[in-house]
C-alpha cells in the first residue's frame, strides 16, 4: 500500500501549457510538501501545508499553485510551462513539520 | 539558517570496502539530521536520522552515521558495500517547516 503517491509519474508537454501534479498521502499526516529536483539533483523546498493551510511558499513563481483539498491531498498546478521547469517534482508529508517526511516517487516534468 | 554541505559529489568504491559519504551541517540550533537514498529514477527513501538522542545513529541496509558536534559532521558509513548500494546520497537538516538537502553525493559501486 503505497504511502505517498503521486500522478502522473511522466508528464511530457509543450511550453505554454498548463498542468497539473497530484499528491496523495494515506498515513493520516497533517503536513505536506512539494519539492523541487532540478538537472544536477538539487533538492530544493518549493511549498508546505498544514492542516490544509500554506504555511511556506519559497520565492516560487506564481505561476505555480498549491492546492489542499484535504489533508490527505496536496496537488500542485502550474500555468504557462517554461523549459526551466522541467525538473522533477517530489510530494512528501509528515505527521507534523517536526516529524520525518515521507516522499513520494516523483513526478518528472519535461517542458519542450 | 540551517545548512549542510556534501563533501564529493562521486564516491567509488568497490564492492566489499568501507563506504564513507561525507556531510557538514550548519545550525544556529541544535540540529536534527537526515540520510536519505534515491535510486534511480526512485523518490527519496529515508536511511537514518538523528534527532539529539545516541549520538550514533543506525539505519537500513546496513548503513550507520555519527553524530559529532566538535567537527559539525554527520558521515554516512557502510562497512562493506555491495553492489546494489550504487545509488544518490543526500544529507539533510530540519528547518522551519522544510527540509534543507546537501547536493547529493553519487555512490558507485564496483565489482
Known amino acids: 500500500d503505497t504511502a505517498v503517491s503521486q500522478t502522473p509519474k511522466y508528464l511530457v508537454t509543450q511550453m505554454g501549457n498548463d498542468k497539473s501534479i497530484k499528491c496523495e498521502q494515506n498515513?493520516?499526516?497533517?503536513?505536506m510538501y512539494w519539492y523541487k529536483q532540478d538537472s544536477k539533483k538539487f533538492l530544493k523546498i518549493m511549498f508546505s501545508?498544514?492542516?490544509?493551510?500554506?504555511?511556506i511558499n519559497e520565492t516560487v513563481p506564481n505561476r505555480f499553485s498549491p492546492k489542499s483539498p484535504d489533508k490527505a491531498h496536496l496537488n500542485l498546478h502550474i500555468n504557462s510551462l517554461e523549459l526551466g521547469d522541467s525538473a522533477v517534482y517530489f510530494c512528501?508529508?509528515?505527521?507534523?513539520?517536526?516529524?520525518?517526511?515521507?516522499f513520494g516517487p516523483g513526478t518528472r516534468l519535461l517542458v519542450l | 539558517a540551517q545548512s549542510v554541505t556534501q563533501l564529493g559529489s562521486h564516491v567509488s568504491v568497490s564492492e566489499g570496502a568501507l563506504v564513507l559519504l561525507r556531510c557538514n551541517y550548519s545550525?544556529?540550533?541544535?540540529?536534527?539530521l537526515f540520510w536519505y537514498v534515491q535510486y534511480p529514477n526512485q523518490g527519496l527513501q529515508l536511511l537514518l536520522k538523528?534527532?539529539?538522542?545516541?549520538?550514533l545513529v543506525k539505519g537500513i541496509n546496513g548503513f550507520e552515521a555519527e553524530f559529532k558536534k566538535s567537527e559539525t559532521s554527520f558521515h554516512l558509513t557502510k562497512p562493506s558495500a555491495h553492489m546494489s548500494d550504487a545509488a544518490e546520497y543526500f544529507c539533510?537538516?530540519?528547518?522551519?517547516?522544510?527540509?534543507?538537502f546537501g547536493t547529493g553525493t553519487r555512490l558507485l559501486v564496483s565489482p
Open positions: 538523528y534527532t539529539s538522542a545516541a549520538t
Open positions: 545550525s544556529s540550533v541544535p540540529p536534527y
Open positions: 512528501a508529508s509528515s505527521a507534523s513539520y517536526q516529524e520525518t517526511q515521507y
Open positions: 539533510a537538516v530540519r528547518g522551519f517547516q522544510k527540509l534543507v
Open positions: 498515513l493520516g499526516h497533517d503536513t
Open positions: 501545508y498544514n492542516n490544509k493551510e500554506l504555511i
